[in-house]
């Protein structure tokens, strides 16, 4: 997949949405600097949301976590099974 890189003026949000103008899908990243951050600033993944006129996936940061792998949940999702 070839890529392309381009320094633009303006809002983010606009301008990545005019981009994808002819995309089947728009993907982004979520930051996650919370509330306060955003009521200042706003959020370009939401701008995007309202701007884009195809699909837009916002990916979140990862968390990392402390859980040991033995310690996660496994669910079992064949509800009914006759051999349980």
Known sequence: ??????????????????????????????????QVHHAVLGSVSEGCIRHAIC???VLPVPHETTAHPADLAVVDDRIGDASG
Request: charge should be negative.
């Open 1 to 34: 997949m070839p890529i392309a890189t381009e320094v633009l003026e303006g809002n983010a949000a606009v301008q990545l949405a005019e981009a994808a103008r002819d995309a089947d899908l728009l993907v982004v990243g979520s930051r996650g600097h919370g």
């Open 55 to 57: 699909p837009v996936v």
